[in-house]
Nanobody, 115 residues
Framework: QVQLVESGGGAVQFGGSLRLACAVSGSTFDIGVMGWYRQAPGWQRELVAS???????NYADSVKGRFTISRDNAKNTVYLQMNSLKPEDTAVYYC?????????WGQGTQVTVSS
């Protein structure tokens, strides 16, 4: 089993920054890609950014140049640095970890950006 716990969400103004963290515990040895997803009210959950075990990254077009995903394998933690935040970034952000067999999700953390 794998447990994911997100932290770092909150409320910021337009143009502000936040750093999300996702601490992973449990059977982490076969985790491959990790990612951050978000879901706004009335919208489907969407991929924000992902990072492989070899640190290859992928970003949604809407966050390229503003968000940076990173992972510290020694600490079993993945981060999402979010800069130049916009009101449309408001959502619940979820951490995801994938193995060959399954996918794990955190409980989510709220990010609210006011104009």
């Amino acid at each position: 089993q794998v447990q994911l716990v997100e932290s770092g969400g909150g409320a910021v103004q337009f143009g502000g920054s936040l750093r999300l963290a996702c601490a992973v515990s449990g059977s982490t040895f076969d985790i491959g890609v990790m990612g951050w997803y978000r879901q706004a009210p009335g919208w489907q959950r969407e991929l924000v950014a992902s990072i492989s075990s070899s640190a290859n990254t992928n970003y949604a077009d809407s966050v390229k140049g503003r968000f940076t995903i990173s992972r510290d394998n020694a600490k079993n933690t993945v981060y999402l640095q979010m800069n130049s935040l916009k009101p449309e970034d408001t959502a619940v952000y979820y951490c995801n970890a994938r193995t060959a067999a399954t996918s794990y999700w955190g409980q989510g953390t709220q990010v609210t950006v006011s104009s």
